[in-house]
């Protein structure tokens, strides 16, 4: 009768070694397990944190290049993507129209500010000077003055080109810059028998050719030409003023002495 007592204190014993030892089994377990997940959540949070860090840069790099462009900036960036024939193409062009003549102004019409306010002139519609300037002869009528430039393609871009004969008697020849066509030629009406002594003398002065001091321009500043103009240095003789207009879509003048391809003055408009 004693030993059933002692049998059963044995087995609870045993019973409770069982549930001491399941239970320490049951809280590795567990330990384990939340060392897993934690190793896990801790990856997965690392990656998020690198990600994080990378996405923002690529995702603002791009839009940031397009909302630098100022308006003038992405007025040239129109005109130019638009336009087909180069500088030199027009320049050959505008000569081409005028026996003997000579290059002393050739401008891509809407590419700055200045360009825009001088473009109704040659067309003859939007200013009443333009009126006696010679065109009504060759169409028959003055309001049909405006109509030679906008039938090629009023949209399309302009070269505007000042061709001087051996007197300086200047013409203007209007160019599609698409097509390169020929939209208007005329004998610049304006001018006084001073303006003509002025350009002639110029002209004289000018040994180096307007295409030679594009190239001198380009060779400074990669880009293309927009505008080439003779002008007077204050007095020291005379220059060929030349606009770049680069990949950044700014606008260089670069001053070059007309008699030996010197830049005198060099001049970027960031705006």
Not at 155 to 168: F, N, R, T
Not at 181 to 196: G, L, N, T
């Amino acid at each position: 009768m004693r030993l059933e007592p002692r049998r059963n204190n044995r087995l609870s014993l045993r019973s409770r070694n069982l549930k001491v030892t399941g239970a320490a089994a049951c809280v590795a377990a567990a330990a384990l397990l939340l060392t897993a997940c934690g190793q896990s959540s801790d990856s997965a949070t690392s990656a998020a944190t690198e990600a994080a860090k990378v996405l923002p840069q690529k995702t603002t790099a791009s839009p940031s290049a397009t909302a630098k462009l100022t308006e003038d900036q992405q007025e040239r960036k129109n005109v130019l993507d638009a336009t087909k024939v180069t500088f030199d193409d027009a320049a050959t062009t505008a000569v081409g129209e005028v026996a003997g003549g000579k290059l002393v102004d050739l401008d891509l019409e809407g590419v700055d500010d200045d360009d825009r306010d001088q473009s109704p002139s040659p067309t003859g519609s939007a200013t009443g000077s333009a009126s006696p300037t010679g065109s009504p002869s060759p169409t028959g009528s003055p309001t049909a003055t405006g109509s030679p430039s906008a039938s090629p393609g009023a949209d399309a871009p302009v070269w505007i080109a000042e061709v001087a004969e051996k007197d300086g008697t200047v013409h203007t020849v209007r160019i599609n810059a698409v097509d390169g066509k020929v939209i208007e030629a005329r004998v610049d009406a304006d001018q006084d028998d001073e303006d003509k002594k002025q350009t002639a003398e110029w002209l004289s002065q000018a040994t180096q050719t307007p295409e030679q001091a594009a190239k001198v321009a380009t060779e400074k500043k990669k880009g293309t030409i927009t505008s080439v103009s003779l002008d007077d240095n204050d007095g020291k003789g005379v220059i060929w003023s030349v606009d770049v207009v680069g990949s950044d879509w700014k606008k260089t003048t670069f001053d070059v002495d007309a008699k030996n391809d010197t830049i005198v003055r060099e001049e970027t408009d960031n705006d």
